[in-house]
């Protein structure tokens, strides 16, 4: 238990840390939790990491998740627990003593975290910005303005938060950071903890509730349902050699697709839960190619996974099941639009229009590297139309795009040219697009099955409904920059996607 | 219905008389001899050909086949994802 009077003091606003003083981190972590709490070490190890100079503590933060905690369970309990919370800022820079300007600190603005009066689970809402490692990955995020004694910031985050112990676990922590990063990126509505916890009392329970001994996997499902998500679920590969023979169904395929979505997907393991938030074209000892990364709410943000398959602490043993966030009207999801896309894809190489185009080209270089892949994500059809230009993709295709009729989110899987994506080159040769909505693919032939195919020169747009079908012969093809929104804005670096054996 | 469950607006406004229907100036809005209208057509040329014939794909093709296939593997995989976390409690 905290005293309420250390917690409160005086009538100080707030409070200035000077974090270049030895052994200042140590006193901070202290301060605010017992026995080294680990998400509380994690992000102050991100921020000392980031050369975080000064750190601005505001004393009396009203924080709308701590009040809901308060209310749905602490309130209940003999001891008072204080109403307010602390809210630490990370500054790069030196905090003037009069607060003055703070704005124009912007560029060493780090982020911040929300302490709770709760030593032994204190992080609350959290936003720091990534460690620097990330900085060429395909990360989930959001911008967040940040009100600091009446100036603005600005912090780009995948939000995080750590459970309670009794009110919020594992899993309901989740799915507050899921539905807190689908209600900036999405305009889904944001949910309080004790509306998580409400909504998680549907599904078969486990246990008791309140304090909560933890949910049971129908629980998630059920609050991830009832909160305006529509999640599937996938068993994931036991074994590396399991992961190769799964085809669409590989963990790290999964993974890479959702997050390119900005949809992060929660995994599983028979007692805990966590969000993969990043991943990054860097061999780790589970792939070759690719590393994710976690928020795990009882071990701190931006977390890397060396191996899903060997991981060092019992809590991730093993990847059980992947809970994919998808949205109410995205009836199709990732594993099928990409078994489609890859359908009509081998559909074309065995077809006359395959001989002398690029996909041909690249799939003749000896290196498999150097051949051709799919990316598939999830995108508004709306910004899909919008960056057409700015991607290079050619006049008339882009014409035929634009006035073709399509659902609100569509599924693109790019047809993508290793070689250049690894020269950091414009690396798409074509596209299929499907309308999220469908989800009836037998038979293949189906006139609107597609709603548009273009690989290489050839380009086929199927009328919708009963409108006729156009087909375009494009007279020259050159490569064009990646519609995922995620690579435009936050890679630095195209990823490899690993890629699904034909 | 004898009475309206709500009151009814009837200032000045709401009193001025409407022009017959038959008065009133209408156009025609099919019609592009005055170049009111100017239709914006598809990009692409026309064809009665589907995209399944134009790659050649059948109901017996082997690419279907495949599609098939992994669609119920995906499929099976969900059904077990059910069933594989009956006794697991996330904390």
Redesign the interface.
């Known amino acids: 238990m905290i005293n309420l009077r250390d917690w409160s003091v005086g009538d100080q606003p707030a409070v200035i840390y000077d974090m270049t003083v030895p052994g200042a981190w140590v006193q901070l972590r202290q301060f605010y939790a017992h026995r080294g709490n680990r998400p509380l070490g994690r992000i102050l190890e991100i921020a000392e990491n980031h050369g975080v100079v000064s750190v601005l503590v505001e004393r009396r933060y009203v924080d709308a998740d701590w009040r809901s905690q308060l209310a749905r369970f602490y309130n209940g309990t003999l001891r008072r627990f204080p109403s307010v919370c602390h809210r630490m800022h990370f500054f790069g820079a030196p905090v003037p003593d009069d607060l003055s300007q703070l704005d124009a600190l912007q560029s060493s603005y780090h982020g911040y975290t929300i302490l709770r009066p709760f030593p032994i689970a204190p992080v609350g809402r959290t936003m720091i910005r990534p460690p620097a490692e990330l900085a060429d990955a395909v990360r989930c995020e959001t911008t967040e303005e940040v009100d600091v004694f009446g100036y603005r910031l600005k912090i780009t985050a995948m939000p995080f938060i750590s459970q309670d112990t009794q009110l919020l676990r594992c899993a309901h922590a989740a799915v507050w950071m899921v539905l807190r990063h689908a209600s900036a990126t999405y305009g889904l509505p944001q949910a309080l903890p004790h509306t998580i916890f409400e909504a998680a009392l549907g599904g078969v329970m486990a246990g008791r509730q309140l304090p909560n001994d933890g949910l049971s996997p129908y629980q998630l499902m059920a609050a991830m349902e009832s909160l305006g998500l529509s999640p599937t679920s996938k068993n994931l590969p036991q074994s590396s050699e399991d992961e190769q023979a799964s085809r669409s169904l590989r963990l790290y395929g999964m993974a890479c697709r959702y997050i390119n979505s900005a949809l992060p997907p929660i995994v599983i393991s028979n007692t805990h839960a966590w969000v993969l938030v990043a991943y990054r074209r860097a061999a780790s000892a589970g792939n070759t190619k690719i590393q994710l990364w976690r928020h795990d709410d009882a071990r701190g943000p931006y977390l890397p996974v060396d191996d899903p398959w060997a991981e060092p602490e019992d809590a991730h043993q093993p990847w059980t099941a992947m809970y994919l966030p998808l949205l109410p009207k995205v009836y199709l999801d990732a594993e099928r639009a990409e078994t489609v896309g890859r359908s009509f894809l081998n559909a074309f190489r065995n077809s006359a229009l395959y001989s002398g185009s690029t996909v041909q080209a690249a799939d003749n270089r000896t290196n498999e590297d150097e051949q051709c892949t799919v990316r598939t994500f999830l995108m508004t059809s709306t910004k899909f139309k919008q960056t057409l230009a700015q991607r290079g993709v050619p006049g008339e295709l882009a014409a035929a795009y634009r006035r073709t009729p399509m659902s609100r989110y569509i599924w693109v899987v790019e047809i993508v040219d290793r070689l250049s994506r690894s020269n950091k080159q414009a690396d798409v040769l074509g596209e299929i697009i499907l309308d999220s909505t469908l989800t009836q693919f037998e038979p293949l032939s189906d006139p609107n099955c597609a709603l548009a195919v273009h690989i290489g020169t050839f380009a086929f747009i199927p009328g919708i409904d009963q409108s006729p079908h156009r087909q375009l012969n494009l007279p020259h093809m050159s490569a064009y920059l990646s519609a995922c929104p995620l690579l435009a804005v936050g890679a630095g670096e195209e990823p490899d996607e690993p890629s699904t054996p034909d | 219905m004898d009475a309206l469950p709500v009151h009814l607006h009837t200032g000045a406004w709401g009193m001025m008389p409407m022009p017959p229907l038959t008065d009133m100036e209408t156009t025609d809005m099919s019609t592009s001899d005055s170049g009111f209208d100017r239709s914006?057509s598809?990009?692409?040329?026309?064809?009665?050909?589907?995209?399944?014939q134009?790659?050649?794909?059948s109901?017996d093709?082997a690419?279907?086949s495949?599609?098939?296939e992994?669609?119920a593997?995906?499929r099976d995989?969900?059904r077990?994802?059910?069933k594989?976390?009956a006794?697991?409690?996330?904390?």
């Open positions: 914006i598809p990009v692409g040329d026309q064809t009665d050909v589907s995209l399944s134009i790659l050649g794909l109901q093709d690419t279907l495949q599609l098939h992994e669609l593997e995906i995989n969900e077990e994802a059910e594989a976390v006794n697991i409690r996330l904390n």
